[in-house]
């Protein structure tokens, strides 16, 4: 029979999988930067280390089932709000890092316009000298 230790040692576990699949797979896809993905990628490994090793899972011994319980509902909660949050924090750099591409992109139009402003207004000065010249 499977003890309460086991089952928190499996669930740490699966929850650490879950962790480093979540984070690759919305990395594939845009959603999340590299630096944030590779902490969660971190993370992930810690928690497979923490439910894999003996010497690091042997508090789970020590929980009654129904402590266990909570305390995966809780990690379960915080993970994904951490999860979320920084999806959130990846979408406003990526949005910023595309704004500061259109401002380049636009600073860059704004010089070439006020050049050929210069050029138009050089023609017209060149333009009113002559014709101020023949009268």
Not at 68 to 83: D, Q
Not at 123 to 133: C, Q
Request: some cysteine; overall charge neutral.
């Amino acid at each position: 029979m499977i003890g309460t230790s086991e089952i928190i040692k499996y669930g740490i576990i699966t929850v650490g999988i879950l962790v480093m699949f979540s984070s690759f797979w919305y990395h594939s896809v845009k959603k999340m930067t590299v630096n944030l993905a590779v902490v969660w990628e971190i993370l992930g490994a810690i928690l497979i280390a923490i439910g894999s090793v003996p010497v690091l899972s042997s508090w789970t011994h020590l929980i009654s089932m129904g402590t266990g319980l909570g305390l995966f509902i809780v990690g379960a909660v915080c993970l994904w709000g951490g999860f979320q949050f920084s999806l959130l924090v990846s979408r406003l750099a990526m949005k910023n890092q595309e704004l500061a591409i259109q401002v380049s992109l636009l600073i860059q139009e704004n010089e070439k316009l006020i050049q050929q402003f210069e050029e138009l207004t050089d023609r017209i000065r060149k333009y009113e000298e002559k014709a101020a010249i023949r009268d």
